[in-house]
């Protein structure tokens, strides 16, 4: 005969309890629940030690973790310096409040670095070499005659037809994205040609110098002058730049981090600037060699806005969506995408940014 278990002992003894009266069975009902719910907890308990610990000590690791960010240790009033490392008197501490800067009351500062008004570059604050575009294209057609192969560069693309079916990929050179929140990849690959001049030479990637000289070429016969600054930068080049405005505003009294805002609406910090992968270039006229937002309103300006996409280039930080490229309205610059894209972009009023966030 096997032995009776606790519980089945208890719960025999009250059972032979109750059936002695009602009086007796309504005290006894209550006992039992109580002990049989004791009972198959204890056993429960029994079976599951292990997973009961891993959470107790789940529970225990997050309560000393949080307590670095939440003073739930910190001490009563007049206690002084407790658990929490708080004194009173840091207690009563208090931050200073945070001002957001209003761009429209601070002008761009004048001075060092910075040319005086009407002169190029007065927003970036050095003064380059300008390449004019009849410069260029006289380089490639000597360049051409002495090496019978062309301007130095890739071949050009296709014309802008039927681009509504088209595949675009993040991970086409051209779509490549660099801007306030995307560095320029760890692995990307500048492949730099040459754009001659009579007088000398800039830099820019090699695949696209076959599009921008056809982008010359036509604007040439339209009677359209244009001039090339700033294509490709170097990593120093950029950071002079930058700095360039950082130590102007600061001079005016800002502070370090007012004067790292304000700087970064007009250049793009070092790492993060689509001159340093060869893809971007600015673009002037004879008649107005400042970058301001006026040359938008010149014949070069309109004709660039209205035509550079059907030679792969978008203007890339339009009038209007400052908000979303995170710099202000630059009618100068171009970047190259590519004539498939440049044209989808034109059509719908797209950013690169915006272009970008719809790819796969």
Same mark, same amino acid.
């Given at each position: 005969?096997?032995?009776?278990?606790?519980?089945?002992?208890?719960?025999?003894?009250?059972?032979?309890?109750?059936?002695?009266? +009602?009086?007796?069975?309504?005290?006894?009902?209550?006992?039992? !629940?109580? &002990?049989? #719910?004791? #009972?198959? &907890?204890?056993?429960?308990?029994?079976?599951?030690?292990?997973?009961?610990?891993?959470?107790?000590?789940?529970?225990?690791?997050?309560?000393?973790?949080?307590?670095?960010?939440?003073?739930?240790?910190?001490?009563?009033?007049?206690?002084?310096?407790?658990?929490?490392?708080?004194?009173?008197?840091?207690?009563?501490?208090?931050?200073?409040?945070?001002?957001?800067?209003?761009?429209?009351?601070?002008?761009?500062?004048? &001075?060092?670095?910075?040319?005086?008004?009407?002169?190029?570059?007065?927003?970036?604050?050095?003064?380059?070499?300008?390449?004019?575009?009849?410069?260029?294209?006289?380089? !490639?057609?000597?360049?051409?005659? +002495?090496?019978?192969? &062309?301007?130095?560069?890739?071949?050009?693309?296709?014309?802008?037809?039927?681009?509504?079916?088209?595949?675009?990929?993040?991970?086409?050179?051209?779509?490549?994205?660099?801007?306030?929140?995307?560095?320029?990849?760890?692995?990307y690959v500048v492949m730099l040609g040459t754009i001659r001049t009579l007088k000398g030479k800039q830099y820019i990637d090699e695949r696209i110098i076959d599009d921008l000289l056809a982008m010359?070429?036509?604007?040439?016969?339209?009677?359209?002058?244009?001039?090339?600054?700033?294509?490709?930068?170097?990593?120093?080049?950029?950071?002079?730049?930058?700095?360039?405005?950082?130590?102007?505003?600061?001079?005016?009294?800002?502070?370090?981090?007012?004067? #790292?805002?304000?700087?970064?609406?007009?250049?793009?910090?070092?790492?993060?600037?689509?001159?340093?992968?060869?893809? !971007?270039?600015?673009?002037?006229?004879p008649t107005h060699q400042s970058l301001t937002e006026s040359f938008a309103d010149t014949d070069a300006g309109v004709w660039l806005a209205e035509n550079c996409y059907k030679y792969g280039f978008?203007?890339?930080?339009?009038?209007?969506?400052?908000?979303i490229t995170g710099i202000e309205f630059e009618p100068w610059h171009f970047r190259y995408v590519g004539v498939e894209a440049a044209t989808v972009m034109t059509e719908q009023g797209m950013t690169?940014?915006?272009?970008?966030?719809?790819?796969?």
């Amino acid at each position: 005969m096997s032995r009776l278990s606790l519980e089945e002992r208890f719960r025999k003894k009250l059972t032979k309890v109750g059936k002695k009266n +009602r009086f007796c069975r309504y005290l006894v009902i209550p006992v039992l !629940a109580g &002990g049989l #719910f004791f #009972f198959h &907890g204890a056993a429960y308990l029994r079976g599951n030690v292990k997973r009961l610990a891993m959470v107790a000590m789940t529970a225990l690791l997050f309560v000393v973790y949080s307590s670095f960010s939440f003073p739930i240790f910190s001490p009563d009033p007049g206690q002084g310096e407790g658990l929490s490392g708080i004194s009173e008197e840091a207690e009563d501490i208090v931050l200073a409040k945070e001002v957001e800067i209003d761009l429209d009351d601070i002008s761009l500062p004048e &001075g060092e670095g910075f040319p005086e008004d009407g002169e190029y570059l007065e927003t970036h604050g050095d003064i380059v070499e300008l390449y004019s575009a009849s410069e260029i294209l006289e380089a !490639a057609e000597d360049w051409e005659a +002495r090496n019978g192969d &062309g301007a130095e560069g890739g071949e050009a693309a296709p014309e802008p037809e039927d681009v509504g079916d088209m595949d675009f990929s993040r991970e086409d050179w051209r779509l490549v994205l660099v801007n306030k929140q995307h560095s320029i990849p760890d692995d990307y690959v500048v492949m730099l040609g040459t754009i001659r001049t009579l007088k000398g030479k800039q830099y820019i990637d090699e695949r696209i110098i076959d599009d921008l000289l056809a982008m010359l070429r036509a604007a040439e016969d339209e009677d359209v002058e244009l001039q090339i600054c700033s294509p490709y930068r170097t990593q120093e080049y950029q950071k002079k730049l930058f700095n360039n405005h950082m130590k102007a505003y600061m001079k005016k009294g800002l502070s370090y981090m007012e004067a #790292f805002q304000l700087s970064s609406v007009a250049v793009n910090v070092p790492g993060y600037s689509e001159h340093q992968i060869g893809l !971007a270039l600015d673009i002037v006229t004879p008649t107005h060699q400042s970058l301001t937002e006026s040359f938008a309103d010149t014949d070069a300006g309109v004709w660039l806005a209205e035509n550079c996409y059907k030679y792969g280039f978008i203007l890339r930080y339009p009038k209007g969506k400052e908000y979303i490229t995170g710099i202000e309205f630059e009618p100068w610059h171009f970047r190259y995408v590519g004539v498939e894209a440049a044209t989808v972009m034109t059509e719908q009023g797209m950013t690169l940014e915006e272009f970008w966030e719809e790819l796969e």
